[in-house]
């Protein structure tokens, strides 16, 4: 599958600013909103996640990511709407989308890209799942965990891949860490904006994602445990060397 023939079609806010800011010279941070982590329990602690987003783009996160998973991260398709109407930096939805509904409804709800989880998906339903989101202007992140299942989205010739340092099929619960992006991505398709997700716990994680050869990364549970959300960002994104 070629994606170059959905290109006039496509909303490419999403990987653009990424790009933007990764060739900039700085560390893209896709800050991750969501409720709570079945391995971390309650992320927000009282707090409003559209006040989270809202800071969180005020101190330069190029693009937020947010779950709609309502069963095990609490999220829902509203928490997605709230923040669309209140940010203006490119919005990733983040569920185990599996239909052509959800993506539709993501298109509604204000997103500019949607997860695609390979290991939750056929072969071929993951691709019809790619072809549609192309269709109908989305950009689709397409997440793997290991050499399988890079090996399976490679004929894709995608855009976005995301490395997901643990397990989803375990709800992201085991011991998974930055090791696993260091092993795939050198095997990564060249031109394709590689984005290391899930247990990064600070800086030096972050440095060892785009020192292998990632060009963003999307971290959750370690800024919103911050006790200065506002300064672990800052430290995040630290400019590339």
Do not use: C
Request: glycine share 8%.
């Amino acid at each position: 599958m070629n994606q170059e023939r959905w290109a006039g079609q496509i909303n490419q806010q999403f990987s653009t600013a990424l790009w933007d800011k990764y060739h900039s010279g700085t560390i893209p941070v896709i800050p991750d909103i969501k409720t709570r982590s079945p391995g971390a329990g309650d992320l927000l602690q009282g707090r409003d996640p559209v006040e989270i987003a809202r800071l969180l783009e005020s101190v330069g996160a190029p693009a937020i990511s947010v779950v709609t998973e309502p069963e095990y991260f609490g999220g829902s398709p509203k928490l997605l709407q709230h923040v669309a109407r209140e940010v203006s930096i490119p919005i990733l939805r983040k569920d185990f989308i599996n239909n052509r509904t959800q993506l539709s409804e993501s298109v509604d709800l204000g997103a500019s890209a949607v997860l695609l989880i390979a290991a939750m998906l056929q072969k071929n339903q993951l691709f019809k799942l790619v072809e549609e989101a192309f269709k109908l202007g989305l950009e689709p992140l397409v997440e793997i965990h290991n050499e399988t299942e890079l090996a399976m989205v490679s004929e894709l010739n995608l855009p976005l891949l995301g490395i997901n340092n643990r397990k989803i099929v375990e709800l992201e619960t085991d011991d998974g860490n930055v090791t696993t992006t260091e092993r795939l991505v050198g095997l990564v398709q060249p031109g394709t904006l590689i984005i290391s997700e899930s247990s990064l716990a600070g800086p030096e994680d972050v440095k060892r994602a785009i020192a292998a050869g990632t060009h963003a990364v999307l971290i959750g549970t370690a800024l919103l445990q911050a006790a200065d959300m506002a300064d672990m960002f800052r430290n995040l994104s630290e400019p590339i060397r």
